[in-house]
């Protein structure tokens, strides 16, 4: 798994690439937190991911509400090339938004759009 954290000002990007699984989820973890740290904007590339499991879905809703409590806008991007991810997330189901307490973070989730684009978490 790679991982790359980058900030500018008040936005963070974190490129994640490669085996996005439990055994990884640690890593993945500690970066979301780094860049949660920073405050303002975590944009989260996901277009290099090559496999990736269920744990990287809650590890990813967990941000998400981590970031909502907070004030952080969190965002996915590269979905419309990650077909790894866009079909773990379809598998799971989670397009639906179901227990979202906000905006759902994934496409065909509350507020989602058609495009893939997520939505920013809101606290």
């Known amino acids: 798994m790679q991982i790359d954290v980058k900030r ?8 994640a690439g490669g085996r996005l699984s439990a055994s990884q989820a640690g890593r993945l973890h500690q970066a979301l937190l780094q860049a949660f740290a920073g405050g303002g904007r975590v944009d989260l590339f996901l277009n290099e991911v090559q496999e990736a499991d269920l744990t990287f879905l809650q590890l ?13 806008v969190f965002t996915l991007s590269g979905l419309e090339s990650a077909d790894v991810v866009r079909r773990l997330i379809s598998e799971a189901g989670a397009e639906r938004g179901v227990g979202c307490p906000d905006d759902c973070l994934w496409p065909g989730g509350s507020r989602a759009g058609d495009t893939g684009a997520a939505i920013p978490a809101q606290g």
């Open 8 to 15: 500018t000002g008040e936005a963070a990007v974190v490129i």
């Open 60 to 72: 990813l809703c967990a941000a998400h509400r981590t970031a909502a409590a907070n004030g952080v």
